[in-house]
DNA sequence: TCACCAATGTAACACCGCTATAGCCAGGGC
DNA sequence: GCCCTGGCTATAGCGGTGTTACATTGGTGA
């Protein structure tokens, strides 16, 4: 077997570096222009191939959108891969909060493209996602601090920091904005269990 | 001066009743289809028209969508009005939390043209909506029980609701999900005053 | 009555996503 | 060494989109 597994052929090579060539081309126009401005047209003069190309490859505009924002994904979970958490759980959630909204306010056109309010579209990276916050939350119940359910928590802290990022995206917020330490903290103080004292409400919760 | 105030000349008679007929169609298809799927020709086809005369009146495709939303908010606002709100401040923010949820999940398209994350489209009845928010959260420090400045209370809560209303829209959650109460009352306690003490939080708020 | 002008239609432009078809050419069997 | 196969790419085009220059009509104010 003398070059069949050490090295690529040069067909796959080249086929491989157009692909290359047209993510590349994809994720510079959704980030400038978003997904409504990306003219499959546009990436092919950027990425110097034509149409059946792109269709050959990645099938769909759809398809192609999603791969982007896959990597998008990838990009977003190095971003906290990166930072060194609080070693305490309930910090580290806060610490969590903030870079979430951090990396919204950084990659706007990203996080829109990720968590925008297009009809579910459950992509695995997404839910990969979210399986961290999880288990940041679960990491506090862990610790016998956690006073909802897990599943509840996690939902909601989800809703309450994406809420917050939006916000700050469509620049309803100014970044350094008081309110968003506010939810934060609203959030994380609901969550955890307050001293000694169990749980006292018990308001209508279902309407 | 005999038919000039009393009676609308034959053609703008003409004209309103076109322009009703437009929007109508356009109101019909957005709901339906969303904004994305919503196509000029297709609203010509079922108002009667033909695409210049929808040009003349509404200047661009945006600005027809502009005043559906803008309808939409109308709407949105007297979901509010007919329905009366608890007396108490306090309870009365919780219940326009669920009212607010709730009349995104009865029109999800509505609620993400309305609110969607195109990059900041401040309709003037946006604001008027948000002012509405605004008011009630007024209530409260009127009656001395609101802990942060005003404008954060008002930004925080409105976030904590949208980022429920888009996760619920989105299919993410179910409609009776804890997690939904969770958020609402996580954020009403943090607005409202402990006890007694009248404001207490130093937590950190910038980064 | 009559000229004006708002309102509407005709036809077209430039662009879009997408694809049927055909050609190129590296790779492998003979 | 040759030819054939098949993956990859380009040409050209389809039906659709938002938008607009231009022509036309018919109420309306003078």
Redesign the pocket.
Known sequence: MPA?VTAL????R??E???RAILDAAEQLLATVGEQG???????ARA??????????F????A?VARVVDDCFADFASAFAHRAAPHDPVEALRWAFDRYVEYGLGHPTHYRLMFGNRPSRPSPAGLASYDGLRRRVMAIADAGRLAPPLEDATAAFWAAVHGVTSLVISEFWSPDNAAIALVRDAMVDQLITPKPVPARRTKGASK
């Open positions: 069949k052929r040069t067909r796959d080249e086929s570096a157009t692909r990306l003219s499959i047209r546009e990436v092919c110097g191939v034509t149409a059946p190309t792109i269709y050959h490859h099938g769909d505009k759809a192609l």
